[in-house]
């Protein structure tokens, strides 16, 4: 089983930057994709981005390409987001979730989640 534990979240200007990371423990985060989420208040909880299991691979959702770059790094059982040109819309809080079956943007392919990190983007 891996445990996942989110950092990085923060209150950033609107414009700004954020980095998140998300530590493996408990086995090693080659074994699964990867995904990052999202949920604002009074919403449902929505796709970020995903990556496949050696990194070759990822997807995200329309509202964050072009700014936000999800990678990971095997060797030290993390995962990341880089978010840039943030704003209002993006303030949430994110979650890193790990499939080993498969990857995509449905929430329910993901078995193991984070606790979350809150992101604020202040206008």
């Known amino acids: 089983q891996v445990h996942l534990v989110e950092s990085g979240g923060g209150l950033v200007q609107a414009g700004g930057s954020l980095r998140l990371s998300c530590a493996a423990s408990g086995s090693t985060v080659s074994s699964y994709a990867m995904g990052w989420f999202r949920q604002a208040p009074g919403k449902e909880r929505e796709f970020v981005a995903g990556i496949n299991w050696g990194g070759e691979n990822t997807a995200s959702a329309d509202s964050a390409k072009g700014r936000f770059t999800i990678s990971r790094d095997n060797a030290k059982n993390m995962v990341y987001l880089q978010m840039n040109s943030l704003n209002a819309d993006d303030t949430a809080v994110y979650y890193c979730?790990?499939?080993?079956?498969?990857?995509?943007?449905?929430?329910?392919?993901?078995?193991?989640w984070g606790q979350g990190t809150q992101v604020t983007v202040s206008s």
């Open positions: 979730a790990a499939s080993r079956r498969t990857w995509g943007p449905d929430k329910r392919l993901y078995t193991h």
